[in-house]
């Protein structure tokens, strides 16, 4: 089966410009994640959606906002870009959003602003 | 908020050696605590998950975990180090807090010496 899968996997942007990340999560899994990971830190959470509603959103502007599909794929959009938003943005799926289930990334999209 | 503290941003073995990764987590609730690993240029991938049945966790790779409560830690252990055990491995705490959410210490880079 396959994983899950992001696209595209690198990106390069200039400030103030704006970008669309997307995902398709394992076959069978509702809950989608976004992560932030800045070189160097751990993964920071970003968006939970699960079965298309926003279930959680981290400490993140409103210029990140994001949305999940009937066939539960999510994008992840960010307006204005700044430099800071440089970092390898990571999607993850799980069946449901439950705390003992682990969940499954993707290898990210790398997104680079200059 | 739950949070995990992961000591030592760096850790270097000799190939053959003890691998011990440490972690320890604060928490209000029982938690729900996973370890997880990244390569370079890749997503993570799960190593292990305590979800409270055993205290010893065996996970993929020869790696383990203990969770003592006592000391409200999570260390990552592995008898014998080998090569391609290096990687950044992050400890990670799942919330239901402001919805549901992983939660990742800053990660630890594991250095292979042969």
């Known amino acids: 089966d396959a994983g899950v899968t992001q696209s595209p996997t690198h990106l390069i942007k200039t400030r103030g410009q704006h970008v669309t990340l997307r995902c398709s999560p394992i076959s069978g899994h509702k809950s989608v994640s976004w992560y932030q990971q800045v070189l160097g830190q751990g993964p920071q959470f970003i968006f939970q959606y699960y079965e298309k509603e926003e279930r959680g959103r981290g400490n993140f502007p409103d210029r990140f906002s994001a949305r999940q599909f009937p066939n539960y794929s999510s994008e992840l959009n960010v307006n204005a870009l700044l430099l800071g938003d440089s970092a390898l943005y990571l999607c993850?799926?799980?069946?449901?959003?439950?705390?003992?289930?682990?969940?499954?990334f993707g290898d990210g999209t790398r997104l680079s602003i200059l | 908020a739950q949070s995990v503290t992961q000591l030592g941003s760096h850790v270097s073995v000799s190939e053959g050696a003890l691998v011990l990764l440490r972690c320890n987590y604060s928490?209000?609730?029982?938690?729900?605590l996973f370890w997880y690993v990244q390569y370079p240029n890749q997503g993570l991938q799960l190593l292990l998950k305590y979800t409270s049945a055993a205290t010893l966790v065996k996970g993929i790779n020869g790696f383990e975990a203990e969770f003592k409560k006592s000391e409200t830690s999570f260390h990552l252990t592995k008898p014998s180090a080998h090569m391609s055990d290096a990687a950044e491995y992050f400890c990670?705490?799942?919330?239901?807090?402001?919805?549901?959410?992983?939660?990742f210490g800053a990660g630890t880079r594991l250095f292979v010496k042969a």
């Open positions: 928490s209000s609730v029982p938690p729900y």
């Open positions: 990670a705490v799942s919330e239901r807090s402001g919805g549901f959410k992983t939660i």
């Open positions: 993850a799926s799980s069946p449901e959003p439950i705390r003992n289930q682990p969940q499954h």
